[in-house]
């Protein structure tokens, strides 16, 4: 088994807040994250994809295949753009690194032209990382 990762880049506003529970409980929750105009991140994600090599080729994934379904289903709708009111795979999602991560394992996973999804990484900050490997 090997792995390839390909790693893309986008910017995007968001606002933690969850419209079932009040304002109150909101604010203990998410904190700043939950302030009304929102705020952006530079997100920098990773997806790894796991697969065995075509002795033709010496590949089992070609990159520039991967590349393209990252930016058509995952760079292309969320970049400079409002993950609460814009990208169609966050609505109606609270826009935490966590249901980012899945959200965009969902939108690559049945897209992959070859080899399965290992992992998804969402890097919202240099120092918080979220990993999700799957359902
Ligand atoms: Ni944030």
Not at 45 to 59: F, I, Q
Not at 98 to 105: D, F, P, R, T, V
Request: charged share 25%.
């Amino acid at each position: 088994m090997m792995y390839i990762s390909r790693r893309i880049r986008f910017s995007a506003s968001h606002r933690l807040h969850n419209p079932a529970l009040s304002d109150e409980e909101n604010r203990n929750i998410f904190g700043a994250c939950n302030n009304p105009h929102g705020h952006g991140h530079d997100y920098d994600v990773e997806v790894v994809v796991a697969g065995e090599p075509d002795p033709k080729t010496g590949m089992f994934l070609n990159l520039r295949d991967l590349k393209h379904v990252l930016e058509r289903y995952v760079t292309g709708p969320a970049d400079r753009r409002s993950l609460d009111h814009e990208v169609p795979f966050m609505q109606g999602r609270i826009s935490t690194t966590e249901n980012l991560a899945m959200a965009i394992w969902n939108e690559v996973a049945p897209r992959l032209p070859a080899g399965t999804l290992h992992l998804v990484r969402v890097r919202e900050s240099d120092n918080n990382v979220v990993e999700y490997t799957g359902p």
